[in-house]
């Protein structure tokens, strides 16, 4: 029997350096190992520095989803000075981050995503010439238009705060900003054009109409129903990706967490059953079965990482992020670290938010053909179908006569964290301030949680996992990697930095 063969596949439109290592016996990956190549140290940068110094440093760890990292580090601040911010505050802390979400859904989904399905691979299938039309990168039409649309999505945030990306007007008791009504009207404007443009290109239907598929049947018959259904950009990504097998490739673990986000302000907004309070409930779902969130829970591993070894797992508030890279240790393999709740590998993001909320669209799917690159990237399609009415309710009940910041108390000593849901997943901020000066900064990432290496216990991440049983028909285009790697939407620039690179096995590079 031929000795499996060996890949090494660095990867593009990752956000940042993604290297993925696979052999291949068969046709089919028998063992992945899932490699983040750069160093970037965030966490080490912040110790020593002001206690407020994380509002404005921490916003810049990713250009694309800086909001959500604002969010965790005012959320922890709120914790140790031990203050709640008013309901303007949280409406307006809500809708930027929501604004956040629903551009960068749809920009992955049909910038990052849907190019793979333009490779030449697929030159042989019915609906290849459409497919190029659309999503050929820097051409096709939908591309395009995507592009144009989405750009206008984040003026909201730079309405609110000032700026967009690498915003700071979160500050523990609220937000600095003072919106004008004609300030709220305008983001009204920009959402409810946004609105109107998803539902028509992306959907081909309203957003009620879309909430009312609840089962896989109803799914179908949606697309039969009429032309606008079919021929949307949602409509071709659903066939298409039926017809060459997404739905069959991408499993792993099967395991989702959710750190819940987007507080309810007040009683006019109560909050969904048993969401602790959140519009995107907390929870850990394990073979179906629903647990409670408990943050505790979570623990980081190391011990495949270019980090000093420590044993076994460690609560974020007693990390440590000490850089160890000889390169001569082998087992090491990567600059992201392993987080795990009780124990376990999990996936976060979007097909995550869904599962623990019980959405019965995505429950169904879920159990009739288990997790799969499809299925994560349509609950990512389909999430601003949930997030813009939900903006437009939050914006119109903004009064500019209420406050929008509360004193909070003097932060010179205290633990927190904060936690929230980034476009990409669970995301957590934990500090630590000792005389007025951080003592103590971890982060865990949703792409630490999905591009982690192995753990103590030698169990693979959720993408090595999800790698598993995917079949190879050309390993110089092994594009049916990329289908799976690119459903978790992986931001690396926000889990690593960069320190160079060397050939480990055979190359290939997917980048149509």
């Known amino acids: 029997m031929a000795p499996p063969k060996k890949l090494n596949v660095p990867l593009n439109r990752v956000e940042g350096d993604l290297e993925i290592r696979v052999e291949i016996e068969d046709g089919m990956v028998t063992d992945a190992w899932c490699s983040g190549t750069m160093f970037r140290g965030f966490e080490r940068i912040l110790v020593g520095r002001g206690a407020l110094d994380g509002l404005v440093i921490t916003p810049r760890i990713c250009g694309i989803c800086g909001t959500c990292h604002l969010t965790a580090a005012s959320r922890a601040l709120d914790m140790i000075a031990d203050v709640t911010p008013p309901p303007n505050a949280t409406r307006v802390r809500n809708v930027a981050l929501m604004s956040e979400h629903i551009q960068s859904d749809v ?70 900003s003072l919106p004008t009504n004609g300030d709220i009207t305008s983001c009204q404007f920009i959402i409810e054009r946004y609105r109107r443009w998803y539902e028509k290109r992306i959907l081909g239907c309203s957003l009620d109409r879309w909430r009312r598929i609840r089962t896989a049947a109803d799914l179908d018959a949606w697309l039969e129903e009429r032309d606008e259904h079919r021929q949307s950009d949602l409509g071709l990504l659903i066939r298409f990706s039926r017809t060459v097998g997404l739905t069959k490739i991408g499993r792993g673990h099967a395991n989702f967490v959710s750190y819940g986000a987007l507080d309810t302000p007040d009683e006019r907004q109560p909050a969904k059953p048993g969401s602790d309070g959140f ?11 629903p647990h409670p969130f408990d943050q505790q829970r979570i623990a980081e591993h190391v011990a495949h990482s270019w980090f000093e070894d420590y044993d076994g797992g460690r609560h974020p508030a007693a990390g440590e992020t000490t850089p160890y890279a000889t390169g001569d240790e082998g087992r090491k393999y ?3 670290k392993a987080p795990r709740f009780d124990g376990l590998p999990a996936e976060t993001g979007p097909l995550a938010e869904k599962i623990v909320e019980g959405d019965p669209l995505f429950t169904d799917l879920l159990e009739q053909a288990g997790p799969n690159a499809f299925l994560r990237q349509l609950a990512r399609a389909v999430r601003p179908v949930s997030l813009i009415p939900q903006i437009i309710t939050w914006l119109s009940e903004i009064d500019v006569n209420e406050p929008f910041y509360a004193t909070p108390g003097e932060i010179a000593a205290g633990e927190g964290y904060g936690l929230t849901q980034a476009a990409r997943g669970a995301l957590g901020h934990w500090v630590r301030i000792v005389d007025g000066r951080i003592a103590h900064y971890q982060i865990i990432t949703p792409t ?8 103590s216990a030698g169990i693979r991440g959720p993408i090595e996992e999800a790698l598993i049983g995917t079949p190879v028909r050309d390993a110089d285009n092994p594009i049916e990697l990329g289908h799976v790697i690119r459903s978790f939407d992986p931001c690396l620039v926000c889990t690593v930095h960069t320190v160079g690179r060397g050939q480990l096995f055979g190359r290939s590079t997917l980048d149509v």
């Open 279 to 289: 519009f995107i409930p907390a929870g850990f779902v394990r073979g179906g079965v």
């Open 107 to 176: 920009r992955q989904t049909f910038l990052m995503f849907a190019p793979d399905l333009a490779n030449p691979a697929y030159e042989g299938c019915d609906l290849y010439p459409e497919i190029r039309r659309r999503y050929e990168p820097f051409k096709g039409e939908t591309v395009l238009e995507v592009i144009r649309e989405t750009k206008k999505v984040p003026e909201v945030i730079a309405i609110l705060g000032g700026q967009w990306p690498h915003s700071s007007y979160m500050v523990p008791g609220g937000v600095v």
């Open 334 to 336: 990567s600059w992201a």
């Open 448 to 455: 630490a949680w999905h591009a982690s290496p192995r753990d």
